[in-house]
């Protein structure tokens, strides 16, 4: 356990929204977990390095007084990931809402410590299976929101060779991840419809964050530095997860995919409801977690 920031929630704040939003520590996922801490929420702020995670929490602390849990694990192993949720229902008897934002890109192929092709490992099944692990947690009125991305586009599942054995590229596999995060999420939808917990997509626009610059050598850092002036900052990037996540406007709605906001449209891959349920059920024997409607 990390005892320095995950604590229980202290008396009195019991009634208080809680809200978890992976990859915290920057960018768009930072701007996220402030913006909902601004709307009153108590946010656990999940994050894989630690040292990372306390100069973000102490960054978004010392800027207003926000209540903020820092919470450490790492999405590219699944013992973690059931040690963290775990840790989570010991300190909180709720979750409201739950920000699926994490993502990694990367040029070259690499394996998880489940020997998963890293962006389909982490972008997709480390999500899958926190989602269903805090599933017992989140109640009617809940809201899940998955971080997707346009990339979807021109993605498809791979069934057969989903860690990219053969062919791999960035491309390739960065949009299969993202189409993954849509299909699952309106899979997911279709199966919560009788709890009234509701899940949705968005596409946050092209952010400008530390996605794509590799943090052990530095490489991406010059061309992002290039391209940064026609990037929109994290903060426009989070308005829609926010949005989501928070407004009544979007209380009934699930299943769907926003972009600035507004129900847009998919591709046609990612409206395959066949794909979507056979993308469930690999997923449940990767992870070995099963889906159940309580």
């Known amino acids: 356990m990390y005892e320095a920031m995950n604590k229980t929630v202290p008396e009195g704040e019991e009634k208080k929204k809680i809200a978890l939003v992976t990859g915290a520590n920057s960018g768009m996922g930072k701007a996220t977990a402030a913006a909902l801490a601004d709307q009153g929420y108590l ?3 999940l994050c894989r390095n630690k040292e990372r995670g306390e100069a973000a929490l102490k960054d978004l602390q010392e800027i207003k007084d926000r209540d903020l849990r820092l919470m450490l694990c790492n999405l590219a192993s699944m013992d973690d990931i059931r040690r963290f949720t775990g840790e989570f229902k010991e300190n909180f008897e709720k979750l409201d809402v739950l920000v699926n934002n994490a993502g990694v890109i990367s040029l070259n192929r690499r394996i998880t410590e489940d020997g998963l092709e890293e962006q389909f490992g982490i972008n997709h099944i480390g999500h899958f299976l926190l989602t269903l692990r805090l599933l017992d947690r989140m109640k009617p009125g809940s809201r899940i929101v ?3 991305s346009g990339a979807h586009k021109v993605g498809r599942i791979h069934f057969n060779d989903y860690n990219l054995k053969r062919g791999f590229n960035v491309i390739t596999a960065y949009s299969q991840s993202k189409l993954a995060n849509i299909l699952f999420a309106r899979e997911l939808a279709e199966r919560l419809r009788g709890r009234e917990i509701t899940v949705n997509c968005c596409h946050p626009g092209a952010v400008a964050t530390s996605l794509g ?5 530095g490489f991406g850092k010059t061309v992002m ?6 990037f929109i900052t994290p903060e426009m990037g989070a ?4 949005y989501l996540a928070t407004s009544p406007d979007v209380a009934g709605a699930t299943g769907k995919y926003f972009y600035r906001c507004w129900m847009t449209k998919t591709s046609k891959a990612a409206k395959s409801k066949k794909a979507a349920r056979r ?3 690999l997923s449940e024997k990767i992870t070995g977690e099963k889906f159940t409607d309580t």
Do not use: C, H, N, S
């Open 279 to 281: 993308l469930f059920a």
């Open 239 to 242: 308005v829609t997860a926010v």
């Open 43 to 45: 946010v656990v702020m």
């Open 213 to 217: 610059i590799d943090r052990d050598t």
């Open 225 to 230: 530095k290039l391209l940064k002036p026609y």
């Open 146 to 148: 998955v971080v997707a």
